[in-house]
């Protein structure tokens, strides 16, 4: 069965520090993983994705992923945090069969 | 394009009525899905389409929940009839499958609530 686990429900970082999102995730097969951000009253908006080859996946708004295998990760990450960065992160992987599956949403704090 | 479109915006309904959300894809997708957010649960997949077939409505959590997709523009979730419980944030997503596995593009959601 797909699933990601996403272990915490909030981060807190100050502004200009780096970020860490956390994910992991378990599939059958090759998995293709995404990460998503949700705004406030927002729908959700996709940030990066990895299907395949590099490791290190680069996104929108300066964010980035990388795919460890062996750990089965997919965290999520940022050199320097702003505080427009304040939302709730959404990893997800899908099946053979198209379906997503989202993992509980981690939501980040930017403190000035 | 205007993207994923949704209608109403904001719903706010009394109990025992019938709700329909309406979702107009990003034209050229070939997937439909309709979710379901709330604090308590998350985010949850109801219903998918592919081709305008329902593939997988596993998650639809009772008979009072139904969707359609008579063409490729355009799906409706119903609620019939509506609860308290159902209150949430209900999301339309679709993607095209052209060229690889492809993200969703959502909607901006309908609020609903069920007094």
Redesign the interface.
């Known amino acids: 069965a797909q699933s990601v686990a996403q272990p915490e429900d909030q981060v807190n970082v100050a502004e200009g520090n780096p970020l860490t999102v956390k994910c992991t995730y378990s599939v059958s097969g090759n998995p293709y993983l995404f990460w998503y951000v949700q705004y406030p009253n927002r729908g959700l908006q996709f940030l990066l994705k990895y299907i395949t080859g590099d490791n290190l996946v680069k996104g929108s708004y300066g964010f980035e992923a990388e795919f460890n295998k062996s750990q089965t990760s997919f965290h999520l990450k940022k050199p320097s945090a702003l505080v427009s960065d304040s939302a709730l992160y959404f990893c997800a992987v899908i099946n053979n069969f198209n379906k997503f599956y989202f993992g509980s949403g981690t939501k980040l704090n930017v403190k000035p | 394009d205007a993207g ?1 479109i949704q209608s109403p915006r904001h719903e706010v309904t009394e109990m025992g009525q019938e709700v329909t959300l309406r979702c107009k894809p990003i034209s050229g997708h070939d ?1 439909l ?1 309709w979710y379901r957010q709330t604090m308590m649960r ?2 949850e ?1 109801l219903i ?1 389409f ?1 081709n305008n077939v329902p ?2 409505d596993s998650g639809m959590p009772e008979d009072r929940f139904s969707a359609k997709m008579p063409n490729a523009s355009f799906s409706t979730l119903k609620i019939q009839p509506s609860e308290p419980r159902d209150s949430a944030v209900y ?1 339309c ?1 679709s ?1 095209s ?1 052209r060229g ?2 492809n ?7 309908t609020r609903l609530t069920v007094l």
Do not use: M, W
């Open positions: 994923v997937y899905f998350g985010l997949l998918y592919n593939i997988d999301f997503a993607r499958d690889g596995k993200e969703q593009f959502f909607g901006p959601g």
